[in-house]
């Protein structure tokens, strides 16, 4: 046998081991698992709430359990009283939900437009509707009522035609079903819905999509040995179709959230503005009052391009990645105002997303003196690179960052424009950059400029 031969044998002998990780169905075998790599360098997703709830679309995606729940909104309440008749109930908006101009290959351009790197749809959110025809949801499902269709199959593939990874956000509960009522009533000593619906409709996403993103979501009235989390976990992390590729959130369970899982989500918009030691994702939407479509939403209810790109910025800053939801129409649509952002955010990805995909927070977040810049960093063997993301442009001629310190060899380039700029070292730490010839119509972008700081020596 030789030598070489010898080696292939080995290094095939070792990758087997290392993909022959058994994860046990417990918290710390879980936690133990390495995120795969694709997620931390993705940095930016988008999340698409569409379902039942986008047919009264309005107040949010909380519809039904603001109309009929244990607190009713009486804004909603009133609603319903003005506009239908007394004996409509929410199953009737199921026929409504006409989704006729849904074209799944145009929402994926869009969503690849954007510089997003994957995607996580809702199939199923508390109000119980699946967005795939569910064995296990009868006559409550996107084939059986609504649009007739297979909306995560016609999405999925439509997604997997681009370089965009394609996942699934999950409801483990769903406020009003029967037998999660009886188990709640029992304190959750039962398990009856968990073995009837939640954990077969996960093997079914799972198995029939092989989603690379399960976005957990529900958890939080009961325990996660109610939820099976940790045997389904293993499950997904062992033998699934998705194993050696999928990442899930931490959402399984009253205690679990921001402490276990995959990467941690902890509460929505979770934007902490300091370093973490664990990867996060901070999810967020483009509407600040609603995820799912508002018809009766203002355009100031709408984060501008500078909000929207100030928390994508300070969120990869501290080492998370961020997720932007956008709820399409009932129709089909994802309104203009939805596109309009994505796609500015896309154009601003392609002059900066360097600074963005694959980066690492730095030692610094946030500048130690100027407060409106932030930082990412790339190194490569003997180099570091820093990024400061500059949210205002400065009000004189020179830019001061305090935190880098140059070597001989540092140039500071302002990314989308043309040549390098001067600067000058300010002591042993912080560069003053020269901005008086800078010509503002070259200016790439209109919001956040980022400045390319090479070998730097910090
Ligand atoms: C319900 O279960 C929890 C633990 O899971 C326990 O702390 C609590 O006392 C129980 N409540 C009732 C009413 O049995
Ligand atoms: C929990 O998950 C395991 C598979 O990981 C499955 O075999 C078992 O049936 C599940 N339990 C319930 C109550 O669904
Ligand atoms: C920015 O950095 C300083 C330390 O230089 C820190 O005190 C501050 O909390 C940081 N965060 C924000 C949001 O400014
Ligand atoms: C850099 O400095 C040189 C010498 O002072 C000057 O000629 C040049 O225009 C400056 N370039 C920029 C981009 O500021």
Redesign the pocket.
Known sequence: MGALRLAALCLAALTTLSQGVTYQPNWASIDSRPLPAWYDQSKLGIFVHWGVFSVPSISSEWFWERWQGEKPDPKVVQFMKDNYRPDFTYGDFGKEFTAEFFDADQWAKIFEASGAKYIVFVSKHHEGYTNWPSKYSFNWNSMDVGPNRDIVGELATAVRKTDLIFGLYHSLFEWFHPLYLQDKANNFTTQDFVARKTMPELFEIVNKYKPEVIWSDGDWEAPDVYWNSTNFIAWLYNESPVKDTVVTNDRWGIGVTCHHGGYLTCMDRYNPGVKQNRKFENAMTIDKGSWGFRRNAYLEDYLTMDELLETLIVTVSCGGNLLVNVGPTKYGMIAPIYEERLRDLGQWMQVNGDGIYGSHPWTYQNDTKNPDVWYTMKADGSSKDVYAFVLKWPTTDVLTLAAPAPTSTTKVTLMGYQ?P??FTKTGSQGVSV?L??VQYALLPCEWAWTFKLTNIAN
């Open positions: 040549a700029l001067n020269q008086s010839e």
